[in-house]
């Protein structure tokens, strides 16, 4: 039952881009969220949004999307506002969507990570690539006077995301920790963990969201989704104390309150399949204590 659940959250996870994520009308846009930064959020609902610090020394970079195209289409918004070289590039995670365009966006650019998203990557990928990980105490630097810390939470949506902050500007760029309005499907993550994650997001004093997906949020819509993740994991656990079984827990899950999520109407999305990963952990959890 446990390698059953493992292999169809694998499964969900690698198809979430096509499945999860509807591709919309809507155009393409850049945001100023402060001096020399910017949000790229994507016309394509299944490539991921970026963020970009702009400066003389180079540009800094927060996911560049699904493949080449949609790379080359988030390169043509920079090139708009800088002809610097992209120098450094930030993967939030492993999945293809947030890392697919780093070869076009910046060819010669450091590619920062944390160790399990590299473990991750290809090995051609890596091998033509100058990587930096980026352990538990994160990393603080200046680029153009401008602050830059990025950490990595601990497991949460998988066990190797980075979050990114820009404390002047009051932003920060939460790749798939955080999606607007919808729930994103979890990985080998910790359902636990990614609250505390939501929860330390929170408490900065930020205004600017950049989710890693659909339009720029504010902390009303984070502190939504957080509700959403706490709700689920407080049913999940009560019944799962209970004894029911996943598929009964499944049916029994009242989540009306987020049906404004862009995934409710196709409830088996990420609701239903969120719930199981949680179940999954509690079992492993057991397991470990005996």
């Given at each position: 039952?446990?390698?059953?659940?493992?292999?169809?959250?694998?499964?969900?996870?690698?198809?979430?881009?096509?499945?999860?994520?509807?591709?919309?009308?809507?155009?393409?846009?850049?945001?100023?969220?402060?001096?020399?930064?910017?949000?790229?959020?994507?016309?394509?609902?299944?490539?991921?949004?970026?963020?970009?610090?702009?400066?003389?020394?180079?540009?800094?970079?927060?996911?560049?999307?699904?493949?080449?195209?949609?790379?080359?289409?988030?390169?043509?918004?920079?090139?708009?506002?800088?002809?610097?070289?992209?120098?450094?590039?930030?993967?939030?995670?492993?999945?293809?969507?947030?890392?697919?365009?780093?070869?076009?966006?910046?060819?010669?650019?450091?590619?920062?990570?944390?160790?399990?998203?590299?473990?991750?990557?290809?090995?051609?990928?890596?091998?033509?690539?100058?990587?930096?990980?980026?352990?538990?105490?994160?990393?603080?630097?200046?680029?153009?006077?401008?602050?830059?810390?990025i950490y990595h939470p601990g497991p949460a949506h998988t066990q190797g995301d980075l979050v990114v902050y820009f404390p002047d500007e009051h932003a920060i760029a939460t790749g798939d920790l955080f999606l607007t309005n919808s729930c994103p499907a979890m990985d080998e993550g910790d359902m636990e963990n990614w609250i505390s994650a939501l929860d330390r997001m929170l408490a900065l004093p930020i205004e600017h969201l950049v989710p890693g997906h659909f339009e720029l949020a504010t902390k009303n819509e984070l502190q939504r989704f957080r509700n959403y993740l706490a709700d689920l994991r407080d049913q999940v656990a009560r019944m799962y104390r209970q004894g029911m079984p996943l598929e009964r827990i499944q049916a029994s899950l009242a989540l009306d309150a987020y049906k404004n999520f862009r995934q409710y109407p196709n409830y088996e999305a990420t609701f239903k399949d969120n719930a199981a990963a949680y179940y999954q952990q509690l079992t492993k959890h057991r397991s470990q204590e005996h």
């Open positions: 039952m446990f390698m059953l659940l493992h292999k169809r959250f694998l499964l969900t996870v690698l198809l979430c881009s096509a499945s999860c994520f509807p591709v919309l009308g809507h155009a393409a846009s850049v945001h100023k969220l402060g001096p020399d930064l910017y949000a790229y959020i994507s016309d394509n609902d299944a490539s991921a949004n970026s963020t970009f610090l702009v400066s003389d020394h180079g540009i800094f970079v927060v996911d560049t999307g699904l493949n080449a195209h949609e790379g080359r289409k988030l390169l043509d918004e920079i090139r708009k506002i800088s002809s610097a070289p992209v120098r450094w590039i930030v993967n939030t995670h492993y999945h293809p969507d947030h890392r697919g365009g780093n070869s076009v966006v910046g060819r010669d650019a450091i590619i920062i990570s944390t160790e399990f998203t590299r473990a991750k990557t290809e090995k051609t990928i890596q091998e033509r690539s100058v990587n930096e990980t980026v352990g538990p105490n994160g990393v603080m630097f200046y680029l153009g006077g401008h602050e830059v810390r």
